[in-house]
C-alpha cells in the first residue's frame, strides 16, 4: 500500500503527533509513506528531528489552494499513490 500522510497544521499537538506516529508505523509494517507537511512549521521541524523526511506543500493562498492541488495531484501520480490521507480537518 502506497499512501501519502498530508497534515498542513502549523501546530504541534495532539493530531500533528497522531500524523507523525502513524506514518512512521506504516512504514514499519512495510508499506511506503509519504509524509507531506507545510515548510517552516513546528510539525515540519519535529518531523525533521525525527528524521522523517518530509515533503513540503506550500499554500499560498487559502482561499484559491489551485497550485498547491496541483502539485499534489502530480505527486500522487509521480508516487503512484493509493491512498491519500487528510488529517486536519482545513486540509479538506
Known sequence: MRTIQLCLSTGLGGLELYVAKLH???IA???HSQLVLTPATRLADFAQQQGLSPIYLKRRS??????AARRLAR?????EIDILQLHW????
Open 89 to 92: 480537518g482545513h486540509d479538506l
Open 62 to 67: 487559502r482561499a484559491f489552494p489551485l497550485l
Open 75 to 79: 505527486l500522487v501520480d509521480t508516487l
Open 24 to 26: 512512521q508505523q506504516l
Open 29 to 31: 509494517r512495510g508499506h
